[in-house]
């Protein structure tokens, strides 16, 4: 697929000729700067969210991510707060100075999620979701679209292209893992998407270890790899209680192991 010859036309690098960069509050995704978004996977309680907050408002941390409804493999897993989840963030941003990153699962919830949020993230499950993309388009938000697990590079910048076609231009992708032969991991991080992104596309790119690999003592490795490769920022999970979260323990990062991690990044 060369750089000149694709069915994306917006999401392309020359459709702009320079990295895009996308302001936040005052914070900046793209450019010079490593943005890190952190949190747990799920809001779960007043006291978690607060904690996990203000620990990150300490680090120096802009963005918290954290959900408020979530779409899990089982029904009979823990689904998320819902709109009280949501409240505990927009409490938690306005006390700690954080914005807030939270994943809108379909159309009948955007409306509910908009306020509430600062970046409206677009789940791996929800990439080929093309209604909700199209709407996506016409907000005034940020989005964050994840990769789907099954997804190509060409089919993730069309999933964009369908945002950005809406007038919305500050779309960021996040490389989550894709699902392989390989059951070692949760997900296979394919890393080379991200070189590969900054050559096909303007658009800044994120990775997510946490959810790439599912496994704890990967994170940092593969946070480090992503910087080195060139990523604009990383989505850690991470959790005041792992070994009793309600989602996605394993995979998240003790308080004091992300706070070791932040000085290895910065040096990249």
């Known amino acids: 697929m060369s750089s000149n ?17 996308i302001e936040v509050n005052g914070s900046k995704i793209g450019g010079q700067e490593l943005c890190i978004i952190a949190g747990p996977c799920a809001v779960e309680s007043e006291e978690q969210i607060n904690t996990i907050a ?16 979530k779409p899990r493999t089982s029904p009979y897993a823990f689904q998320g707060l ?12 306005e006390k700690h100075q954080l914005n807030i990153v939270t994943e809108v699962m379909d159309l009948s919830l955007l409306e509910e999620v908009y306020d509430y949020t600062d970046i409206l993230q677009v789940g791996a499950r929800n990439m080929k979701n093309y209604q909700l993309l199209k709407e996506l388009g016409k907000s005034k938000k940020p989005v964050l679209l994840k990769r789907g697990m099954d997804a190509t590079i060409e089919e993730w910048l ?5 945002i950005l076609l809406g007038g919305n231009e500050d779309v960021i992708l ?9 059951n070692s991991t949760r997900n296979t991080l394919d890393l080379a998407a991200v070189p590969q992104i900054k050559y096909f596309s303007h ?4 990775v997510d270890p946490s ?23 990383l989505m850690i999970e991470i959790h005041n209680n792992p070994q ?25």
């Open 203 to 206: 658009l800044p790119i994120i």
């Open 5 to 21: 010859h694709h069915p994306y036309q917006l999401a392309g690098f020359e459709w702009k000729g320079k990295h895009s960069v």
């Open 211 to 233: 959810q790439g690999t599912g496994i704890r003592q990967l994170v940092e490795p593969m946070s480090l790899a992503a910087i080195a490769a060139g990523a604009d920022g």
């Open 244 to 268: 009793n979260a309600l989602s996605d323990g394993p995979q998240s990062l003790y308080p004091e192991g992300f706070a070791d991690m932040i000085p290895k990044m910065k040096k990249f």
């Open 158 to 162: 069309l999933a964009a292209e369908y």
């Open 174 to 182: 996040c490389e989550r893992g894709i699902r392989t032969f390989d």
């Open 54 to 69: 203000s620990f990150l408002s300490k680090q120096g941390i802009k963005f918290l991510r954290g959900g408020a409804y």
């Open 82 to 93: 819902k709109k009280e989840g949501l409240r505990l963030l927009k409490q938690v941003s």
